[in-house]
């Protein structure tokens, strides 16, 4: 799939003069896919001819709505709008992220759950407060600026080297 995302990428970003453009899963597009394999499992049907049904139907109400311009129906759509789609994406992470972790606490070790919780706490600790570290007045504002743009980065990265550190000091009791 990388491969293929990079070849798709540098031939799009080659033929269609806008060589910045976002290829590949982003947020809703990877929330979408999630909750498209869990309705599969649901109803027990294999996944992707689920997924290229639901691809060429979206290709038709793509096609329709080009002819129609419906394009035209964005002017009436809100900030408020957005922001109720923002809030549905946020909670779907959330969610999942917390049955993650939830699963480990049944189906695991208390050590190997515990460690799980711990560094789902730094990382979103470690997050908040990084971004929380612009209205600071610790080092200039460019620094502050930096860091605070960088805060989700950190705290994942901070989460993944404890998590390896536990791994390799702490692989007995894993």
């Known amino acids: 799939m990388v491969s293929s995302t990079a070849f798709c990428g540098l ?9 910045l453009t976002i290829i590949g899963s982003t947020g809703p597009v990877l929330t979408f896919v999630a909750c498209l394999v869990q309705l599969a499992k649901v109803l027990d049907l294999p996944f992707l001819p689920l997924y290229s049904w639901t691809g060429l139907w979206t290709a038709l109400i793509l096609f329709v709505s080009s002819i129609t ?12 709008t957005d922001e109720i789609f923002s809030v549905l ?4 992470f959330v969610v999942e992220a917390v049955s993650d972790i939830s699963r480990t606490f049944k189906g695991s070790s208390f050590t190997k759950a515990l460690l799980t919780l711990v560094c789902a706490t730094i ?6 407060l990084l ?3 612009r ?4 080092f200039t504002k460019s620094i502050r600026n930096s860091i605070s743009n960088f805060a989700p980065t950190i705290g ?7 998590a390896r550190w536990a791994r390799l000091t702490q692989a007995a009791a894993l």
């Open 11 to 19: 031939i799009y970003a080659i033929t269609s003069a806008q060589p």
């Open 69 to 80: 311009s419906a394009s035209n129906l964005v002017k009436y759509l809100t900030r408020f």
């Open 89 to 92: 994406i946020s909670t779907i």
């Open 123 to 128: 990382t979103y600790s470690s997050a908040t």
């Open 131 to 133: 971004k929380r570290l």
């Open 135 to 138: 209205q600071s007045n610790y």
């Open 156 to 162: 994942v990265v901070a989460g993944a080297l404890v």
